[in-house]
């Protein structure tokens, strides 16, 4: 099986290309923004740097939230897209999960993404479930970078995400999203149990959004 894996929730434009687990090839770049522009001509690249072709994807997995509305939107089309025209499941993962699935050692983690207006994006895990995914032990949400602080010092643990310097000054951010874990991570998984749907955590983002485009089964 041969996954194409996308995030464009925040300033990264990321892809990666993993077949049976093998990372054919990879890319994350720092964008801030422009991520319409720069998706495609990176898959394509990398589809060219890993000797293969659209007709050989035969997954695609893409964050769905939470993260930058502009951002989200195209990385969702695009896998989407993708998905419909070539005729493959498409499946969706918080990248606060991703986040904490690419964390070392035992114990709590805590994902924070950069948030806006004081706010951050949180979720906290611990341990994983059935399906190898991060055990959530708290919701995610966008919550005051002070709560967010309380909650870690309640449930110490790790932090990790671009977040972290909010929630801890000093700390160094973690990077973007990896998207060689998701794809990891979407391998194993049954796509009709986790559709590619935006996740908004934001007040003004509430609405769940109508869907993009209809999903090959």
Known sequence: MTILAIDTSEAYCSAALVRGGNVLASRCDNI???????????IEGLL????????????????????????LRIG????????????????????????????????????VMT?????????AFE???EDG?????????????????RRI???????????SPSVMPGAVPTGGIDPEVLASLAETLAPESFPP?????????????KPLLPVAP
């Open 32 to 42: 801030g923004r422009g991520h319409a522009e720069h998706l495609l001509p990176m």
């Open 48 to 71: 060219e740097t890993a000797g293969t072709g659209y007709p050989d994807i035969s997954r695609v997995a893409v964050t769905c939230g939470p993260g930058t509305f502009t951002g």
């Open 76 to 111: 969702l089309s695009v896998a989407r897209g993708l998905a419909l025209g070539l005729g493959v499941p498409c499946l969706g993962l918080s990248g606060l999960t991703v986040l904490a699935a690419a964390a070392e050692g035992d114990g709590p983690v805590h994902a």
């Open 115 to 123: 948030g806006r207006g004081g706010q951050a994006y949180h979720q």
């Open 127 to 129: 341990g994983r479930s």
């Open 133 to 149: 995914l991060p055990m959530p032990i708290s919701e995610p949400a966008s919550l005051p970078v002070d709560e967010i602080l």
């Open 153 to 163: 010092t309640a449930t110490p643990g790790r932090i990790v995400g671009s977040g």
């Open 197 to 209: 749907d935006p996740l908004y955590l934001r007040a003004a983002d509430a609405a769940k959004a």
